[in-house]
Each structure stands twice: as C-alpha cells, then as structure tokens.
C-alpha cells in the first residue's frame, strides 16, 4: 500500500495541531498555566505526547499559540463587530469607545480574560502586553489619533509616541482592573481616569 501523499500527510499534520491548541486552550482557561499537565492536554486532544513536541517545542510554546489565536479572535471581534456598532462620532470618541470596549473586556470571565490577561503577563511577562499592543492596538490608535490630529480635534504632536504613551496607560489601566478584589470598582475608577486623559488631548 502506497504511503499517504503530502497533501493528506499535511491535511492530518493540520488538524493534529488545531487539536492541541483546541484542547490547550480549554484546560488553560479553565485552570491556568501551572496547573495544567502536558499529559493533560494530549489526553484531552487525543493524541500522544509525541504529537504534541512534534508541533510545539513544550508546553509554553503551546501556550503562546492558544494565546496568540485568543488574542487574535479577540482583536478581530472589537474592530469587526463592537467598534462599528459602538462608535459614531470623532475619532476622539472612537478612541474612548475602543478603550471602554478593551476594559469591559477585562471584567469578563471568558478566555480573552484568563489566558490573554491573568495568565499571559505571568508566563511571558512584558512581553504578552507588548505583543498585544505591538500586533494590534498600536496601528488602530495611531489611526485614529492621526485623524484627529488633521481634523484640528487634537494639537499636532508626534503620532507614534502619543500611540505608545496611550496604550500604556490602557496597559496599566487593564492590570489594576484584574488584580483588585472589586473589578467592577477598578473599571469604573480607570476609566474614569483614561476618559479624562483623552479629554486632555482635546485642542477645544
């Protein structure tokens, strides 16, 4: 009997992988990073341990694809979907719009909210914030700043910098709401902050 060919090996290469990261990403939501067992995850994904160093160097570089595909949907679903039905108006109000629908994200309890915000920071640090910012808010504030910038809504200043020194400030803003004992509070308490941050960029 004739061995498969590529396009059947790569088609069942394909859909070992997206069992991983399916099975993955369910047991880090639901019980972290530390607490979930490599043995855990193949027996979930129903494959073997040798599947799984075939796709992934170890656990981590699995937790940073579930991550990077949380963080993608997550990103595509607040341009795609609640920005265009959330925001009418300038692109200072579009800015407070997108920062009100990324911190009401940081009170849900879904996997935007385990893996992306709690269990991110604490595998990569730094690192799984810049990422986030880096891969996609950065470009869309930069967008929207420099509109405002042309349209006179916001003194002329150097885009890029403002961009980073905003999402920074949203950064710090997302951690305080997932590390205080009463979220909802801290949500409301930043946001109030970040509200009156970008009414400061106002040049009225």
Known sequence: MSADPPSRR???????RAALVDAARGLFAERGFAATGTEDIVAAARVTRGALYHHFRDKTALFRAVL???????AEALINDQLPRAVEGSPLDQIRAGFAAFLDACLTSGDFHRIVLVEGPIVFGQDSWDALAEGHGLALLGDW????????????????????????????????IVRSPEPAAARAEVGVVLDRLIQGLSSS
Do not use: F, K
């Open 10 to 16: 790569a088609e069942h290469a394909a859909d070992t």
């Open 68 to 74: 990077e595909q949380v963080r993608n949907e997550y």
């Open 145 to 176: 700043l420099r509109r405002a910038a042309d349209t006179g809504e916001i003194a002329a200043v150097p885009v890029e910098p403002l961009a980073r020194v905003l999402v920074a400030a949203l950064t710090e803003a997302s951690l305080i």
